[in-house]
């Protein structure tokens, strides 16, 4: 017989109320679940995205700012022509972002499961990290850089809290969201090609493939099979399977590296392609959890030019700020929606109970990346893969961030994890994003030409910003020059004239001597 019983009691028949404080709070019953579904579905969640404990810090670990610094404030390089690298200040700093990712995940997925009371997990948001590394760090120092970071989440706190988040949301044309997705998952992608040696720089062309146009060394080998076990359990719908991959890749290369001593690829004697790309995996670079990232922050720096304040620097950040708050905005709402879909979470308008308090712990969780120097944390995608184990309230969450808690006396683990172990997630990742790409009607130029410039200029101009900015332009001028200008949202025209201001940014400090 057919009836109308709702998606989650189907799955798990409403059992009796247990009258307790816990299930009170959290509504278990209510939302048909029990104490054990929450618990199992919150560990799923935690190993569905544990792999960001390895992930972010070879993007926030490895990178520089603008002095060749890396966050730990050791400098990345050991000669001024910044060819050989200081792998143990690497490898320092890889573990100091380890342990405060974890920390900060831990946390914040915690209070969105007191606070909010839904089933979602919160890290350091892949695209985001990417952004924080690539585009502003290399502008200024990496306080400062953290700095911008927690402006954004104060930002979007203000903004939750005056419900301009969503008038901002609908501003913005969903083939342009989209396409920021796709864009960031092509830049990921290119990231981790780069990490793992598959791709180069070469001498007569601007990239290349392996080495000399070729595929050798264990390390390429070592993100081959990774990425291949990596498919191999996502087509079998094995939950974890990120981890999973980068622990069989990281097992793999400790027992390469501890026969065939192939060492890193820039060493003091010359170079070494054959070598490792960021991190030796050897367990010699085991060390006990470093949380000195935390607060080291500064909040106005990044404000100045060798000490004095500069309108026009004033109007570049606050480009680079909008961009971290962008791709922020829509990366949230897309998952929340996603997980409370996925659990028959939502009301009859399509949102999700507590909307408010899980958009607010959203935002405070972009600040505290800041303050914990990891870059935004958002919501994971990954808390599907919970939600579908049975999770259906706030304490799977709690469970998630216990397990990120004790994760961070695991995290000197991450530096055993060599970046051809990591890279095939990141790859993957850009795989998962790149599926959106059917949205876009390519056969209307007001939509695909803009969709199309943001997609291709994140990877080929080695920017996000850059993309989103060409995206934004290009879909204002479109339809200005078919006459559709009424079309476009005001608040567009606002950010389409932020972002000319960026582009010629270096001609107007000319202009003005600066």
């Given at each position: 017989?057919?009836?109308?019983?709702?998606?989650?009691?189907?799955?798990?028949?409403?059992?009796?109320?247990?009258?307790?404080?816990?299930?009170?709070?959290?509504?278990?019953?209510?939302?048909?679940?029990?104490?054990?579904?929450?618990?199992?579905?919150?560990?799923?969640?935690?190993?569905a995205m544990a792999y960001i404990i390895a992930l972010n810090p070879l993007i926030i670990g490895t990178a520089v700012d603008k002095d060749g610094r890396l966050i730990s404030g050791a400098p990345k390089f050991l000669d001024a022509a910044m060819t050989q690298v200081d792998n143990a200040a690497v490898g320092a700093s890889i573990g100091m972002v380890a342990a405060a990712t974890a920390l900060v995940a831990g946390l914040l997925t915690i209070a969105m499961g007191v606070?909010?009371?839904?089933?979602?997990?919160?890290?350091?948001?892949?695209?985001?990290?990417?952004?924080?590394?690539?585009?502003?760090?290399?502008?200024?120092?990496?306080?400062?850089?953290?700095?911008?970071?927690?402006?954004?989440?104060?930002?979007?706190a203000i903004l939750v809290l005056t419900g301009f988040r969503t008038a901002v949301f609908r501003a913005i044309p969903r083939t342009l969201r989209t396409a920021i997705s796709v864009g960031i998952g092509l830049f990921i992608t290119f990231v981790g090609f780069v990490n793992a040696g598959v791709v180069r720089k070469a001498a007569g062309t601007p990239v290349e493939l392996g080495i000399n146009g070729s595929l050798q060394g264990w390390p390429i080998a070592v993100f081959f099979i990774g990425i291949m076990v990596l498919i191999a359990l996502h087509v079998l719908k094995v939950k974890g399977a990120m981890l999973l991959s980068i622990v069989v890749a990281t097992v793999v290369a400790i027992v390469v590296e501890a026969t065939a001593k192939i060492g890193p690829q820039v060493t003091a004697d010359g170079a070494n392609p054959f070598g490792w790309s960021l991190n030796v995996p050897s367990l010699a670079n085991f060390t006990l959890p470093d949380l000195g990232l935390i607060g080291r922050v500064d909040m106005v720096g990044a404000f100045f030019v060798d000490g004095e304040?500069?309108?026009?620097?004033?109007?570049?950040?606050?480009?680079?700020?909008?961009?971290?708050?962008?791709?922020?905005?829509?990366?949230?709402?897309?998952?929340?929606?996603?997980?409370?879909?996925?659990?028959?979470?939502?009301?009859?308008?399509?949102?999700?109970?507590?909307?408010?308090?899980?958009?607010?712990?959203d935002s405070v969780a972009a600040a505290a990346g800041g303050l914990g120097s990891v870059s935004s944390n958002t919501c994971y995608i990954e808390s599907t893969a919970g939600v579908g184990e049975g999770a259906r309230t706030g304490l799977a969450s709690v469970v998630t961030g216990l397990a990120f808690l004790l994760a961070i006396f695991l995290s000197p683990i991450i530096n055993l994890v060599p970046s051809e172990a990591a890279a095939p997630v990141l790859v993957f990742v850009g795989f998962l994003m790149i599926s959106q790409v059917v949205d876009v009607d390519w056969n209307d130029p007001e939509v695909g030409i803009p969709a199309f410039l943001t997609m291709v200029l994140m990877p080929f101009a080695y920017s996000i910003t850059v993309g989103i900015g060409a995206g934004f332009l290009a879909h204002v001028f479109i339809k200005l020059v078919r006459g559709h200008g009424k079309q476009v949202h005001p608040l567009m025209y606002v950010v389409a004239g932020l972002f000319v201001i960026y582009f010629v940014q270096g001609a107007l400090l000319g202009l003005i001597g600066a």
């Open positions: 017989m057919v009836t109308n019983t709702p998606k989650a009691a189907r799955l798990h028949p409403e059992t009796q109320p247990s009258g307790s404080k816990l299930d009170g709070y959290f509504e278990i019953t209510k939302r048909h679940s029990t104490v054990s579904r929450e618990v199992r579905g919150g560990l799923v969640t935690f190993f606070i909010g009371r839904f089933p979602i997990g919160l890290a350091a948001g892949l695209g985001l990290n990417a952004l924080v590394a690539y585009v502003l760090a290399p502008q200024m120092t990496w306080p400062q850089a953290m700095g911008l970071v927690v402006w954004e989440g104060i930002l979007i304040f500069q309108f026009t620097r004033l109007l570049a950040l606050a480009v680079l700020v909008f961009s971290l708050l962008l791709a922020d905005f829509f990366d949230t709402m897309g998952t929340v929606v996603a997980v409370g879909s996925e659990g028959d979470l939502l009301d009859e308008h399509g949102m999700p109970p507590r909307t408010t308090e899980i958009l607010l712990v």
